[in-house]
């Protein structure tokens, strides 16, 4: 590990970091006299749940030599009085710059919810228009949780997250029915009755459905029982893939992680971070990984769905940012970038086309490879093809080394699906083939603490006080697929001194963190 004074130096260069939590979390899971890792799992669960309630603010660990311990009292100087109010009013700021950003659009307004057209802003965030809308996201639920009566906050949390998991199999049965596909190109909406007679629904049931996704945004009631596609639902329709993400979350990602009470409860699979001993082991029945599964026979449809639902989840998550912010340019004529574990290609389709003197060479398991070189890449991308620019070539990361000598070799959403030691193993073999030039970029989430510490030691970015200073329900994803990671593999989102550690048990050092907006970039170097 860097020592503290090491870490501040690299983190001031940034303009973000979870330095934060390096130092803080051990003190944290002391005081729980929680040990070893099941504290670690431990604190991922709370700062989960402390993005939608405040829970007791952390205290500095007293080990951390070069770091002025701060006392409490700093620490809780948050105003009580009038923090409703403060928070009413960064709502209102925020959404005053959102609305300014889309007056200067090609578009003009803020789009309707009744809107079905795409507007340029949705592609497109700056990183002031997405920090507006993390504040709106994240002050809203805080000035709720503030103002309304704990047993209320509780049970909608409860009711939520218990059962409210009827929202997202609402979602899923949309997309399985294809609802928004039946309703497409029918503004004026399409009565219940019609639309059970099209999906093979019962109508008053697929009423029912429809009136709760309404209720939260997803289509809309023209009339009474007469629905029609709204700006959310459009985004359901079966060519989007992001439909065909929702459907693995509604299925194995659901199903998987209502058992995870049960895994954290178990002597042994609780306390393991194996990725076999997982929620998802128990609700599959199978003794393998995830990933394993997806390659046998029984998984090979749910790996289809998963491999174009990426794309989709790259869609939402703006992971694009990588391709049009990070310097390819600056790299040698010729260089080349492995896409480690890269799917389809989300990425890597993205760099051939924008960037035409790379050569791109795309490594996954072997069906992956096969969907990539037969069907994704010849229909999306047929000239890198053509011109020799991408190669496929399969790979079992865990047991054999990627292509040797490459410029970069790129790591999208790959170090989050693991748990540490698969991690090391993945970038050893890694650092094995690399050269003095190669970079290793891990391409994913980078955690923050929700407990706020001052400026001085704490580089990265934290939201304005009285808001929780990660942002709290505004950047709630990040830590959603945390605790989908540990029910599906035992993996999780890192904070920064995570992936620098991981990197060091690998013999790598850490070069430089890129914030790429919603997503970040951990970049690895030969020492
Ligand atoms: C979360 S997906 C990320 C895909 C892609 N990088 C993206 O972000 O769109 C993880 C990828 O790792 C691949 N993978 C899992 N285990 C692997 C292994 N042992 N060797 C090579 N690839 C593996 C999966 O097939 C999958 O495509």
């Avoid at 629905?227 to 439909?243: G, K, M, T």
């Avoid at 390819?328 to 890597?348: F, R, T, Y």
Wanted: charged share 20%; aromatic share 8%; proline share 6%.
């Amino acid at each position: 590990m860097p020592s503290a004074k090491r870490f501040k130096r690299m983190m001031s260069q940034k303009d973000f970091s979870c330095v934060s939590s390096f130092y803080f979390i051990p003190a944290f899971d002391k005081r729980l006299q929680i040990q070893g890792k099941m504290g670690a799992q431990v604190s991922s669960i709370l700062r989960h749940l402390t993005a939608y309630i405040k829970t007791p603010r952390l205290l500095p660990s007293s080990k951390v030599p070069d770091v002025e311990p701060v006392p409490p009292a700093r620490l809780l100087r948050i105003p009580t009085n009038g923090e409703p109010t403060a928070l009413a009013a960064f709502i209102t700021d925020a959404t005053k710059i959102v609305e300014a950003h889309y007056a200067r659009s090609s578009h003009p307004g803020v789009p309707s919810l009744n809107d079905t057209d795409e507007h340029p802003l949705d592609q497109d965030l700056n990183s002031e228009l997405r920090t507006a809308i993390q504040v709106i996201e994240g002050a809203c639920a805080q000035l709720s949780a503030t103002v309304a009566r704990p047993e209320h906050t509780i049970v909608n949390i409860f009711l939520q997250k218990v059962m409210a998991f009827v929202e997202p199999t609402c979602l899923g049965i949309a997309i399985t029915f294809k609802i928004p596909d039946v309703l497409r190109g029918r503004p004026g909406g399409m009565h219940i009755s019609e639309i059970g007679k099209k999906t093979g629904l019962e109508e008053r049931k697929v009423g029912r459905i429809l009136r709760l996704l309404t209720s939260r945004h997803v289509f809309t009631e023209v009339s009474e029982n007469v629905f029609a596609n709204n700006r959310l639902s459009i985004r359901l329709l079966s060519e989007n893939p992001l439909s065909n993400m929702g459907s693995c979350y509604v299925e194995e990602y659901q199903k998987s992680t209502s058992l995870l009470p049960d895994i954290l409860g178990d002597k042994m699979w609780g306390h393991s971070y194996l990725s076999t001993h997982t929620a998802f082991n128990k609700w599959s029945l199978y003794d393998g990984s995830l990933f394993a599964f997806m390659n046998a026979p029984q998984g090979l449809r749910f790996k289809a769905r998963f491999d174009v639902g990426m794309i989709g989840w790259g869609n939402a998550c703006q992971a694009h940012n990588i391709v049009y912010q990070f310097p390819w340019k600056e790299l040698p004529d010729g260089a080349s970038v492995c896409d480690l574990g890269g799917g389809v290609g989300n990425i890597s389709l993205q760099l051939a086309k924008a960037y035409p003197t790379l050569k791109l060479i795309l490594q996954d398991l072997p069906e992956t490879i096969q969907r990539a070189k037969t069907e994704v890449w010849p229909e999306k991308c047929p000239e890198a093809i053509r011109q020799k620019r991408i190669e496929f070539k399969t790979i079992d990361f865990f047991k054999e080394s990627p292509v040797a000598g490459c410029n970069v070799y790129l790591l999208k959403n790959i170090i989050h699906d693991w748990p540490d030691h698969d991690c090391v193993t993945i970038l050893t073999n890694i650092r094995k083939v690399m050269e003095p030039y190669s970079q290793i970029l891990i391409h994913e989430y980078i955690l923050q603490n929700a407990n706020r510490v001052p400026d001085e030691p704490c580089a990265f970015q934290q939201a304005p006080q009285p808001m929780l200073a990660n942002y709290g329900a505004g950047r709630i994803r990040q830590y959603n697929l945390d605790l989908c990671m540990m029910a599906m593999l035992n993996g999780e989102e890192r904070k920064l001194a995570d992936f620098v550690r991981l990197g060091e048990q690998a013999g790598l050092k850490f070069e430089k963190l890129w914030d790429l907006g919603e997503m970040a970039v951990v970049e690895l170097r030969l020492p």
